[in-house]
């Protein structure tokens, strides 16, 4: 895991990890392990430019459009 950094006159920038298979709780049996890939986003920005809350939900609405792209076409 790393974090992206900002390059003037840059405000923000996204890094993505790569999609590795990870064990994880399975949320259908809990208690169960599943494996399950998974990636890492991280966000950096400035925060003399970008609120905090924006950058949250940007964040929420990337993960949305990776776990469901037909989103993107269908939307």
């Known amino acids: 895991m790393s974090t992206p950094i900002l390059n003037p ?4 920038i ?7 298979k990870r064990a994880v709780e399975d949320p ?9 890939p ?3 986003l991280a966000l950096s920005y400035d925060h003399r ?3 905090g809350a ?7 609405h990337i993960k949305d459009m990776i776990e ?5 076409l269908f939307a």
Request: charged share 20%; no cysteine; aromatic share 6%.
């Open 9 to 12: 006159p840059q405000s923000g």
């Open 28 to 36: 259908k049996n809990p208690g169960q392990v599943a494996i399950r």
């Open 54 to 60: 924006e950058a949250v939900g940007f964040l929420i």
């Open 38 to 40: 998974m990636m890492y």
């Open 14 to 20: 996204l890094g993505m990890h790569a999609i590795k």
């Open 49 to 51: 430019i970008i609120d």
């Open 68 to 72: 469901k792209p037909e989103r993107l």
